[in-house]
């Protein structure tokens, strides 16, 4: 079982950032692939960013590209989404995700671990 917890988002204006973490309790934090999604309302839960379980690897949704990184740090169980140059379309609930599949999954169907979720609001 993989307990996730996110936090760190908020209220920004455009052009600002937010860092957000997302604390496993796991005790092989990285036999996991570890994903961050999003949704915002009246829209499906999309892919934003995925790492692999060394960090060696990342994919990003192209939306974010070049202005979100995804990164972890194994020894504290836990995943961050570094969130620069925000708009107001990045306004969503963002959701932490877990995943034991070998590659890097961008589908959420495919975690089978999700935290609450944090809100994210950029305003205009």
């Known amino acids: 079982q993989v307990q996730l917890v996110e936090s760190g988002g908020g209220l920004v204006q455009t052009g600002g950032s937010l860092r957000l973490s997302c604390a496993a309790s796991v005790r092989t934090f990285t036999s996991y692939v570890m994903g961050w999604f999003r949704q915002a309302p009246g829209k499906e839960r999309e892919f934003v960013a995925v790492?692999?379980?060394?960090?060696?690897?990342?994919r990003y949704a192209d939306s974010v590209k070049g202005r979100f990184t995804i990164s972890r740090d194994n020894a504290k169980n836990t995943v961050y989404l570094q969130m620069n140059s925000l708009k107001p379309e990045d306004t969503a609930v963002y959701y932490c995700a877990a995943t034991g599949a070998v590659v890097v999954a961008t589908t959420p169907t495919l975690y089978n671990y999700w935290g609450q979720g944090t809100q994210v609001t950029v305003s205009s």
């Open positions: 790492i692999n379980r060394s960090g060696g690897i990342t």
